[in-house]
T-cell receptor, first 114, second 114 residues
């Protein structure tokens, strides 16, 4: 069985300050992990993915995430928030070998204040 | 490339009515998926398809039907709409189905059943 927990349902930051969106996972096997972003009235867009290569993963728009097996975490970070980063972010875990086993977190709504 | 397209964007149904949600992709992807997203929740898989003529159930298939007669199209059918089916529906596609495959999402269809 697998699960993913996004620890904050809402995060607010000021423009230009760092962003931290937290994700913990549970998986019996070596997981693949993804972060997707959803802008209002849009579909989900892949930000980055971890697939057992480098533990520090760089994604689009300056986001990155670090896979920490000992902490079962895959937190998403960005050094400096931009207004356009305001969106909902989903952490996703999948079992090795089957994308149909995708498990989504409940999402974190990021607000960026001017 | 248009990517993954979905129609309609929004629909109101009365209880007991039926409708088909359309999904098409122009990326020649073998795999297609239907998800639903309820408020404050992550996405849950309804049905998926690994190619034309082949479909299988996901986590929440009850009340829905799918077909896949072509590589491009993957319609989702609601036969007897119920209030519990009020949700946002996302279609996605991927080239493969391994854990490392990125899924590409459409913009979603918002359905309200009254």
């Amino acid at each position: 069985a697998q699960s993913v927990t996004q620890l904050d349902s809402h995060v607010s930051v000021s423009e230009g300050t760092p962003v931290l969106l937290r994700c913990n996972y549970s998986s019996s096997y070596s997981p693949s992990l993804f972060w997707y972003v959803q802008h209002p009235n849009k579909g989900l867009q892949l930000l980055l993915k971890y697939t057992s290569a480098a533990t520090l993963v760089k994604g689009i728009n300056g986001f990155e995430a670090e896979f920490k097996k000992s902490e079962t975490s895959f937190h998403l970070t960005k050094p400096s928030a931009h207004m356009s980063d305001a969106a909902e972010y989903f952490c996703v875990v999948t079992l090795f070998g089957s994308a149909r086993q995708l498990t989504f977190g409940s999402g974190t709504q990021l607000t960026v204040l001017p | 490339n248009a990517g993954v397209t979905q129609t309609p964007k929004f629909r109101i149904l009365k209880i007991g009515q039926s409708m088909t949600l359309q999904c098409a992709q122009d990326m020649n992807h073998n795999y297609m998926y239907w998800y639903r997203q309820d408020p404050g929740m992550g996405l849950k898989l309804i049905y998926y398809s690994v190619g034309a003529g082949i479909t299988d159930k996901g986590e929440v298939p009850n009340g829905y039907n799918v077909s896949r007669s072509t590589t491009e199209d993957f319609p989702l059918r609601l036969e007897l709409a119920a209030p519990s089916q009020t949700s946002v529906y996302f279609c996605a596609s991927s080239y493969g189905t391994s854990d490392q495959e990125t899924q590409y999402f459409g913009p979603g269809t918002r359905l309200l059943v009254l």
